[in-house]
């Protein structure tokens, strides 16, 4: 595929960029949360940056690993990806909707921050990539 390396470049880009910025909310998430929420406060920002990193991570990884994959293929795997999500969501709120050991403001404020840092970090990553459409031949 042209530009596969170029592609591949990016999302490693794009997801050590990621990785930083889930340890340092992470590392704020959960000192602001446990100042302003105590124990309850350290557990939702927990959850919030292990959902960060499941909604964030999956997409990058998918889109890493299929770089040199067709554009069905990679919009099968993004799309298979996301709905798994939907399904992780869906049942991990249901499970925390009765439980009391979390902040729930913390969770939402850590995974907001996160989640929309990392389409900002992704956003930045592409805009700044240089991706040929066409790769000459070897040896010309």
């Known amino acids: 595929m042209p530009g596969s390396e170029a592609a591949r470049a990016v999302f490693r880009t794009a997801l050590r960029d990621m990785l930083v910025l889930v340890a340092v909310v992470a590392v704020l998430g959960l000192a602001v949360g446990y100042l302003t929420a105590g124990v309850p406060g350290v557990w939702g920002a927990v959850l919030g940056v292990v959902l960060t990193l499941v909604f964030s991570g999956t997409t990058v990884v998918s889109m890493l690993v299929t770089a040199a994959s067709s554009a069905q293929t990679t919009a099968a795997v993004v799309l298979g990806g996301w709905?798994?999500?939907?399904?992780?969501?869906?049942?991990?709120?249901?499970?925390?909707?009765?439980?009391?050991?979390?902040?729930?403001?913390?969770?939402?404020?850590?995974?907001?921050?996160?989640?929309?840092?990392?389409?900002?970090?992704?956003?930045?990553?592409?805009r700044a990539a240089r991706i040929p459409y066409v790769e000459p031949p070897v040896g010309e």
């Open 83 to 126: 709905l798994a999500k939907m399904v992780v969501l869906v049942a991990v709120l249901a499970l925390l909707r009765d439980q009391t050991f979390y902040d729930r403001v913390v969770l939402a404020v850590v995974l907001l921050v996160g989640v929309l840092g990392s389409v900002l970090l992704d956003f930045r990553a592409v």
